[in-house]
């Protein structure tokens, strides 16, 4: 059973409440599949409802603390940082697999994340120095990454931005689909990490994605006890957080992986 501070029970709740209109919202998004007037405008509405949402329920937590999106680089400022819907082709297509991710970034480092699908009601969350969790009804489930050791066994989560870099896009599909029978492309980053914090999936690739797509993510696989790697640095692991922030060119493994996809990326 977890032990939610103050400020994390405040986090979770404002990342709910600003989250409210997003299942009313989906439920329209599924019936305007099949209409011919299109579903686009809808969709950028829901994300700006979501977005001033968030704006105004974080700003009661600390008024002074910014809100940083997109492609934003990081300074040192106290911030949030936030994607008001992450996965946002699955929503606009009705499909149930997005999120809300919300990380508090304060001296350089993140100190809490949030992961919330409201389409399942999951909730994932975490704080530095204190584990990573599934929001429970009664009780909260501790969150552990999985001890699988073979990556040809692996389950691998890959999401690269191959708009940035066809060629680069296509070597590491390449390698990741030579070394594992096992790959995935689900379009949220930040659900392929909280898997990898679950247990569900072994490893995450992410390359040249936004700095509000994985934040959040990130330290709920360090509170879950993996790894998170540099792509650029090859086999080398961070314990900084902050280092890869604004690289977005991660990705995230368990203890046993780490070194192997390291040395895959290194070929």
């Given amino acids: 059973m977890s032990y939610l501070s103050p400020s994390l029970t405040l986090l979770i709740n404002a990342v709910k409440k600003a989250s409210g209109s997003l299942n009313r919202d989906f439920s329209e998004i599924e019936q305007l599949q099949s ?9 950028v509405a829901s994300y700006t409802k ?3 949402a968030l704006q105004v329920e974080l700003g009661k937590i600390h008024p002074d603390y910014a809100l940083v999106s997109e492609a934003e680089k990081l300074g040192a ?8 819907i992450d996965g946002l082709s699955n ?8 999120a809300v991710s919300v990380a508090v970034y304060e001296n350089n480092t993140v ?18 120095g204190k584990g990573a969790y599934k929001e429970g009804f009664r009780n ?19 999401l690269v931005n191959y708009n940035e870099n066809v060629s680069e896009y296509d070597v590491i599909q390449k390698r990741l689909v030579a070394a594992t029978d096992n790959l995935r492309i689900s379009g949220s ?5 909280a898997y990898v914090a679950s247990g569900k999936y072994d490893a995450a690739v992410s390359r040249g994605n936004k700095l509000s797509d994985f934040a959040a993510g990130l330290l ?31 990705f995230a493994v368990n203890n046993e992986l780490g070194k192997k996809l390291g040395e895959l990326f290194s070929e």
Wanted: positive net charge; charged residues 25%; glycine residues 4%.
């Fill in 35 to 43: 209409s011919v007037k299109g579903y686009k405008e809808f969709v």
């Fill in 50 to 52: 979501v977005s001033k």
């Fill in 77 to 84: 400022r106290n911030c949030y940082i936030v994607s008001p």
């Fill in 91 to 98: 929503f606009a297509h009705g499909i149930p697999h997005f």
């Fill in 111 to 128: 100190t809490a994340s949030v992961v919330y699908n409201p389409a399942t009601d999951c909730l994932y969350f975490a704080e530095k």
């Fill in 140 to 158: 909260h489930e501790r969150l552990r990454v999985s001890s699988r050791r073979d990556l040809k066994e692996a389950l691998v989560a890959t």
């Fill in 189 to 193: 980053c930040a659900l392929d990490l």
């Fill in 220 to 250: 709920l696989v360090k509170e879950a006890g993996g790894y998170i790697y540099d792509i650029d640095q090859k086999d080398k692991r961070t314990e900084n957080l902050s280092l890869v922030l604004n690289s977005g060119n991660i």
